[in-house]
Nanobody, 122 residues
């Protein structure tokens, strides 16, 4: 089991930057990939960015491509921490951001953190 806890959310103005962190513990050696999702009020949760545990590949939603960067701290081959650097924030980026992990390429995202609120004012 992988335990995830997000931090770093807050209230910022449009155009500002913010970095979210996700602390991972437990069987991080069993993960295939980790990612970030977000859910805005009244909307369904959506994918934001993902990264293979190896760090060899990352992918992004079109809405954040070029503005957000996912990275990880992979000490000793274990994905202990993951980050989401968010630049040029827009009011439409306002959401609760969740960290997630999946065990295989074909599996669902099975581990989730409690989320951290990001609010971008105009």
């Amino acid at each position: 089991q992988v335990l995830l806890v997000e931090s770093g959310g807050g209230l910022v103005q449009a155009g500002d930057s913010l970095r979210l962190s996700c602390a991972a513990s437990g069987r991080t050696d069993t993960t295939y990939a980790m990612g970030w999702f977000r859910q805005a009020p009244g909307k369904e949760r959506e994918f934001v960015a993902g990264m293979l545990r190896s760090g060899s590949a990352a992918w992004y939603a079109d809405s954040v491509q070029g503005r957000f960067t996912i990275s990880r701290d992979n000490a000793k081959g274990l994905m202990n921490s993951m980050y989401l650097r968010m630049n040029s924030l827009k009011p439409e980026d306002t959401a609760v951001y969740y960290c997630a992990a999946k065990l295989t390429r074909a599996s669902d995202w099975s581990s989730w953190g409690p989320g951290t609120q990001v609010t971008v004012s105009s």
